[in-house]
């Protein structure tokens, strides 16, 4: 008819158009047929790290058993010399109070220590001679499960159960990796906190 007039000059043309049709002119964000693509992590993608020496986390270990020692040891000597050695089972004020303490400092240390080394992967020892635990082979945050459940906790239970196994852990330091027992179960690795300082 002679009045007819295209849609085009009576409308936004965008706004007509089918969306089947602005999906086909605008570019995808990704291309659906594209070949899969792995992503492969490679050594040499790894960050290197400067592993803790031997001597530093042997010194490590003797440092935590001291701080435990001093922290809960002390006070359970000072309750054991303060008992009455009357014959019967009665315990003195002073013995009661130090065993209290020894709990208390035991139960203080083991809290510390565990956050430590769920922030920052160390004990107070590992912070002091500046060596840290990481994941193996990224270098992060172990976290709770791998620095504490696994690394210490589980590992525990086995020494426990196992007869020799903490000599056979404790041998397996002398790997090229330096990963004892514990290290593999938790796929930690030992490194110093400040490589090349």
């Not at 270990?61 to 009455?84: K, S």
């Not at 220590?113 to 994941?135: C, D, H, M, P």
């Not at 976290?143 to 020799?164: H, Q, T, W």
């Amino acid at each position: 008819m002679a009045e007819w007039q295209s849609l085009s000059t009576r409308f936004n043309s965008q706004a007509i158009q089918p969306s089947f049709l602005a999906a086909a002119t605008t570019a995808p964000s990704f291309n659906p047929y594209a070949a899969p693509q792995a992503n492969i992590i490679t050594s040499a993608m790894m960050p290197k790290f400067e592993l803790a020496s031997r001597g530093s986390r042997l010194g490590a270990a003797f440092l935590d058993g001291l701080v435990g020692m001093l922290v809960a040891g002390l006070p359970m000597v000072c309750g054991i010399a303060m008992m009455d050695n009357k014959g019967d089972d009665s315990l003195s004020t002073g013995s009661v109070i130090c065993f209290i303490l020894a709990g208390l400092g035991l139960l203080g240390l083991i809290i510390y220590n565990t956050y430590l080394l769920s922030i920052q992967g160390q004990t107070i020892a590992k912070k002091w001679l500046g060596i840290r635990i990481v994941t193996n082979p990224d270098g992060q945050n172990p976290g709770f499960v791998k620095a504490f459940l696994l690394r210490s906790f589980v590992n525990a239970i086995i020494a426990n159960v196992v007869p020799l196994y903490s000599i056979i852990d404790a041998c397996f330091i002398f790997r090229e990796d330096q990963r004892c027992l514990h290290d593999l179960i938790a796929d930690t690795i030992v490194i110093a906190d400040k490589p090349g300082a």
